[in-house]
């Protein structure tokens, strides 16, 4: 795409999209080193808690800008033997497969192969039939089964054991028809049942099993060679055992589920190696950029999953002097959250007899966690949200920032002739129509004569801070004081100031408040 020139204040040659548009960065050099330096701490959290849990055997990595960046592991994958796990032990991760599975639908969405939109009954026709809850329901959508938003009941305890049902099963399941719990559409309800049916519909739409596509269309390209849906093809000399923790303290090995209908719900094996690399390719969708696409499914799709599009609750608690707040609901296939660290939150755990897993990322900051056990239920969620306190200690941890677009930069030029000598026709030029509507030119004149008489002359402006492509602020280094210049531009072609406030600031690091609509950072005080 390009941007064509216009004539007055902000004519300009012909721009590339990346040119007006920008893409986050990081811009700390020191970063990595400060990651890498809390991984030792990171790996005591971790070994800490596989002891605290009891768990036989556990795998976990760090993955940094698109590549594993540590890997390591505790304990025994096979009690029997005494064999010690390592990057290549195979384990199930149960729901975690629920993110592939939406990746699939996603892939042939794209692929206008089927729509979201879809009604259900266009790829299992037994929905045609089925009785739904009230009379004004309308017919399911792909969209509901993907968001958890059908208004199945919550099915953990009965899901886990449907892995191996046959496609004969859910035949006759779906004719007999499926009880709501809630009405469509209305409430989060997490659903196995809903992507079981997802399989279904990957398999339809793809013209072959849910598990074929799947590892030639998502796993071979992204290299998991490591990963399956068959226990059974899985090598006795990686495979990690499953064990249940009696209440006596000994271990009980669990049956391996073999694969069924219900695979795509929660069947696939992996290795912390192939883990890495696929939490490396859901952080490589961000920032949005001008780059090729590397596939196996478009950065925008990937984003797309990572969304939040069903709200499911709100906690707020106080622990250790400090309130903690957390809003959570689902994507498609991911969970999605914010607290009072981070503004997204990534990711999914999953359990099934034998086993217990956790995978998180965090978009903006290019880092993500995961974590695999084979213990029943082991979800190693708390190492993680704690290896993530351990990193935000070390300084690395740190959000891309935006460089200011070029818009910006030309209008706190503007601003700043203005600041130093007001004159009515220049800033009648970069105004949107509202602006002395808002406030006349007099009235603004005025205030900043005020401001300059508080804080004298200013030597400098600094750099714009982009809070996005079309709002930003700079600060001003004055006599007696720093004033904050925070502006947004309208959405016309040439873009023009539609707001704009001057304010006298302790420093050069403070932000203004962003306008009344504008989106606010997550945070949390007493």
Not at 157 to 174: F, N, Y
Not at 225 to 239: K, L, M, Q
Not at 425 to 439: G, M, P, R, Y
Request: aromatic share 10%; hydrophobic share 40%; proline share 7%.
């Amino acid at each position: 795409m390009r941007l064509l020139p216009v004539s007055g204040l902000f004519a300009a040659t012909l721009l590339f999209a990346s040119d007006a548009y920008p893409p986050a960065r990081f811009t700390d050099p020191q970063r990595l080193q400060k990651l890498e330096s809390a991984l030792p701490e990171v790996d005591q959290i971790f070994r800490r808690f596989a002891d605290d849990k009891k768990i036989p055997g556990m795998a976990w990595g760090v993955v940094i800008d698109g590549r594993l960046a540590h890997v390591s592991s505790a304990g025994v994958r096979d009690r029997a033997a005494g064999a010690t796990v390592d990057a290549n032990t195979v384990f199930r991760i149960a729901s975690m497969t629920k993110s592939f599975t939406a990746l699939a639908i996603l892939k042939l969405r794209d692929e206008g192969k089927l729509s979201l939109e879809d009604p259900v009954s266009k790829w299992i026709p037994e929905f045609a039939r089925m009785e739904l809850p009230t009379r004004d329901t309308a017919p399911l959508r792909i969209r509901q089964l993907l968001s958890h938003s059908a208004g199945f009941p919550e099915d953990n305890p009965w899901g886990d054991q449907q892995l191996a049902a046959s496609d004969a099963d859910l035949t006759k399941w779906l004719k007999l028809g499926i009880p709501f719990s809630t009405p469509p559409d209305t409430r989060y309800e997490y659903s196995n049942y809903a992507f079981g049916l997802l399989g279904r519909v990957v398999t339809r739409a793809s013209g072959m099993p849910y598990d074929k596509y799947v590892q030639r269309e998502i796993l071979e390209k992204l290299h998991m060679d490591g990963s399956t849906f068959e226990f059974s093809s899985v090598p006795a000399s990686t495979r990690a055992v499953g064990y249940r923790l009696q209440p006596d303290g000994t271990y009980l090995e669990e049956a391996p589920l073999p694969h069924g209908a219900f695979g795509s719900m929660g069947g696939l094996l992996t290795t912390a190696t192939d883990l890495g690399k696929y939490v490396a390719f859901q952080l490589s969708a961000w920032p949005p950029r001008d780059d090729a696409e590397a596939g196996p499914v478009r950065r925008a799709s990937v984003r797309e999953m990572n969304h939040l599009w069903r709200p499911a609750n709100l906690t707020v608690r106080r622990a250790d002097g400090k309130i903690q707040a957390n809003a959570s609901g689902y994507g498609f296939g991911l969970r999605i959250s914010s607290d009072c660290r981070f503004e997204q939150i990534v990711g999914h755990g999953g359990g099934l007899p034998g086993f217990g897993s956790y995978m998180l990322w965090l978009p903006d900051y290019g880092v993500g966690l995961f974590a695999m056990a084979n213990l029943t239920y082991a979800g190693p969620a708390e190492p993680i949200n704690q290896a993530l306190d351990i990193f935000l200690k070390s300084g690395g941890l740190q959000r891309r920032e935006l460089p200011a677009s070029p818009i910006l930069t030309q209008t706190r030029d503007h601003i700043v002739k203005l600041w130093k000598a007001w004159d009515d026709s220049e800033a009648k030029q970069i105004a949107a129509v509202n602006l002395f509507l808002d406030a006349p030119a007099a009235q603004r004149r005025e205030e900043i004569r005020k401001l300059k008489e508080d804080v004298g002359e200013c030597s400098a402006a600094g750099p714009v801070i982009a809070e996005n492509w079309l709002r930003g602020q700079f600060n001003m280094t004055c006599q007696k004081g720093n004033v904050g210049v925070f502006f947004t531009m309208a959405p016309t072609r040439p873009p023009a100031v539609q707001h704009l406030v001057f304010r006298k600031v302790a420093g050069d690091g403070v932000r203004l408040s962003a306008p009344t609509g504008a989106p606010a950072g997550v945070s949390c005080s007493e």
